[in-house]
């Protein structure tokens, strides 16, 4: 039992056997999950949470080393994000959205004045999936082309465009819900698809390969490419050098919208506002939720550059939502600028990522057998696991079903009951966490991980 004191009612029920039953099961009569098979998961019930921490109702604390899902950048409870919530909904709550307000501009503003140059506007979304799915309705209105060309290993999220878009096995059970979407490969050197050896030339290839693609699709049918600036649940994908500012060269020669979906590694993942800024690219429309406003509130969006707002500066934008903009949301996010520049979450992240966090995942590497290779920059990093260095054969291999296996489910469990949330992607051992967390926290959850590789060691 932990002594935490000060919310609101849960403190009552925190160290309460019977709570967590209780929720345990009205969850499992009543809610329907996402990605799961109903009657094969048990989720952890959660009482509260502080910082990076969170808390079952029978007081076992975990440390957040995912950030639940790569969006709690500022950590549970932040008094900054709670108080500006609340001084929001003291004053307007809610309001539509064909009308102008305080927050909702003031947001927009401060998203556009940390974007690229040209960037001219902001379409506020829900969230990850519907910002992909209205940068696609505008990339073809813009151009008058319906195809979009994604990358395998890419999630863009879960309504009907952005599966279609996903190139990974979430979308294999949907089907095909948007004809016009077309697979590429993206560079990933360590898995190469092109026999590539050298960062250098896994650019050279895959740009090549992007540009065949492009010819033999036809360029005047292709309206967007919409990429991961850094890859993220699949593997954190940094881009070798060259490789953005070839695609926005392909875009720029065959008239393509360049969409970069920032969802998982904008607003600090990786110690910039958006991560494209550290590849020297431009892109055309820029996509974001999470991070934003680490998710206090659903909230996401579309950074629009002045060609396309133009596009439809006299001819109506066919699209919208109830919610875009929303005054709740939008208030946690002018909070988010304010306490980034206050605590300097970007510098740190920078600073954490390269002094603390690379070595010691080198050292594990240079330790554990099974780790193949570790990737990632800021707060967002990849241990990617195998069973054999030399084969590169991944600790799970894809089913049939692309379910994980055994292996890593021994690794997550034992990360688990040591008291850390990992974020684990089939083979892959992930490193999400706040970007707020301690110099000690991550050390703490880095000496867990290290313990889970021994695991993963005995598969190898
Ligand atoms: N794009 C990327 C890169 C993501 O990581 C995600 C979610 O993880 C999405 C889009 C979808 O976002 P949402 O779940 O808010 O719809």
Redesign the pocket.
Known sequence: MSDFVGMNGAEERFGDTAAQREVRANDRQYVFHSWSAQDAIDPLPIAKGEGVRFWDYDGNEFLDFSSQ???LSLGHQHPGMVRAIQDQAGRLATIQPAVANDVRSELAKRIVDVSFDGARSVFFT???????EYAIRMARHHTGRNKVLARYR??????AT?ITLTGEPRRWANGTLDVGVVHFMGPYLYRSAFYAETPEQETERALAHLEQTIQLEGANTIAAIIL?TV???NGVLVPPPGYLPGVRALCDKYGIVMIC?????GFGRIGEWFAYQAFDVKPDLV?F??GVNSGYV?L?GVVVSDAIHQTFATTPFPGGLTYSGHPLACASGVATFDIYKDEGILERVRDLGERVVAPRLAELAAKHPSVGEVRGAGMIWSLDLVRDRATREPLVPYNAAGEAAAPMAAVVAACKDAGLWPFAHFNRLQLAPPLIISEEDLERGLAIIDAALDVADSYY
């Open positions: 899902l790569v969006n829900n969230g990850g999936a519907d910002a992909n890419s999630y863009h999220g879960s309504t952005a991961e890859t993220g649940t979906d920032e969802v998982m590694v996509t939720a999470k659903p996401g």
